[in-house]
């Protein structure tokens, strides 16, 4: 069986996922292979992978509760403020790109990257479409430095940021 589904994907933990739109079968053994339609960002197909065999339980139960939605106010505007806010703020931010205060994420969010021809700064909804989110995990070949330089965020705080995008964004 093939089944359809959606794939997701965490550029913070270098992670994707497959959600099948049917329900598995319980007790088999399901293979996993990577279709060769992958591709990195630069057009690049994977080098190695080690295909996979997982098996389906009886039950549901056991299964490890979804981490809770990050909250805007709580999770989110802090990192802004504190971590982009005193170099992407309101007077002369650096690159032109102004994360705070929050009312000026929409502009942000309409806006095309400096560094990234062809890419949005953030794209709500979609976090691997947003050069953004490039910018604070350190993808090889970016341009300029890691954000904040010098002072990685932690992972928490990079995983608030994604999910939040992947959410809308909205605050
Ligand atoms: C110490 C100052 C400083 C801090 C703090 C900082 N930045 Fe930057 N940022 C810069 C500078 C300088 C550039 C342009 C040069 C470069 O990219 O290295 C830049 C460029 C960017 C760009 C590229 C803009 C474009 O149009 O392509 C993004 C995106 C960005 N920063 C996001 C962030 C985020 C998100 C944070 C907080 C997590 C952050 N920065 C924290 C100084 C900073």
Redesign the pocket.
């Known amino acids: 069986m093939r089944p359809g589904g959606t794939v997701g994907y965490s550029l913070v933990d270098r992670r994707l996922w497959f959600t099948p739109s049917v329900s598995l079968r319980s007790n088999l053994a399901y293979e996993l292979v990577l279709g060769d339609w992958v591709r990195g960002i630069d057009g690049s197909t994977p080098r190695t992978f080690v295909p996979s065999v997982f098996v389906t339980g009886n039950t549901d139960e056991g299964r490890p509760p979804s981490p809770p939605d990050p909250s805007f106010d709580d999770d989110v505007a802090p990192?802004?403020e504190r971590?982009?806010g005193?170099?992407?703020g309101e007077t002369r931010p650096?690159?032109?790109?102004a994360?705070w205060p929050v009312e000026r994420l929409d502009e942000a969010a309409a806006?095309?990257?400096?560094?990234?021809i062809g890419?949005r700064?953030l794209a709500p909804g979609s976090p691997e479409r947003s050069?953004?989110l490039y910018?604070?995990t350190g993808a090889p070949g970016l341009?300029?430095?890691r954000?904040?330089?010098r002072?990685p965020?932690s992972r928490d705080?990079a995983a608030a940021?994604e999910r939040w995008i992947a959410l809308g964004a909205s605050r």
């Open positions: 990192v802004l971590r982009c005193y170099c992407h650096y690159a032109g790109l994360l806006r095309a990257s400096v560094e990234w890419w700064v050069y953004l910018k604070v341009v300029g430095e954000m904040p330089p002072d965020l705080e940021l």
